[in-house]
């Protein structure tokens, strides 16, 4: 499956600036994954984070028990991903890269300014978990 599903599907709930029927049809034809999951993850929270000074980006989705780091369209830090993405190849996204993506295309989501060193922390404390 390719990214470009992942550019639709952003280009789209852009353009229309809700969830509707049209959105979530998209969602659960096109991917192996339930509307229903990806809205608990929106509904949680997601966060920009912008590092300062280096301008860097990250995303950070809300899970269950945990906060998960997103990298759009490419990778995030949950379980899920790392079992069914990269070892089972079930699938090529989780539920958290479609929800910080449906976060950034409804431009809900929540800003955070922080220092650079709060990355390089953060990357070390997930580099724990595994």
């Known amino acids: 499956m390719s990214k470009d599903l992942l550019f639709e ?3 789209l ?3 229309k600036g809700i969830i ?4 979530i049809n998209f969602v659960n034809s096109n991917f192996v994954i ?3 999951k990806v809205l608990e993850s929106f509904s949680r929270g997601v966060i920009k984070n912008r590092y300062k000074p280096s301008g860097r980006i990250s995303w950070i989705v809300i899970g269950e028990e945990d906060k998960h780091l997103v990298y ?3 990778y995030c830090s949950c379980q899920e991903f790392y ?3 990269v ?10 890269i479609i929800a910080q993506i449906l ?3 409804l431009g809900e989501y929540s800003i955070k300014e922080l220092e650079d060193k709060k990355y390089y922390s953060m990357i070390k404390e997930l580099e724990s978990k595994f």
Request: charged share 40%; with cysteine; net charge positive.
């Open 9 to 11: 599907m952003q280009k």
């Open 13 to 15: 709930i852009t353009k």
């Open 20 to 23: 509707d029927d049209e959105i």
């Open 34 to 36: 339930n509307f229903e």
């Open 72 to 74: 759009p369209k490419l």
């Open 83 to 85: 079992k069914n993405v």
């Open 87 to 96: 070892i089972n190849r079930k699938r090529n996204y989780c539920k958290h």
């Open 103 to 105: 976060s950034e295309a």
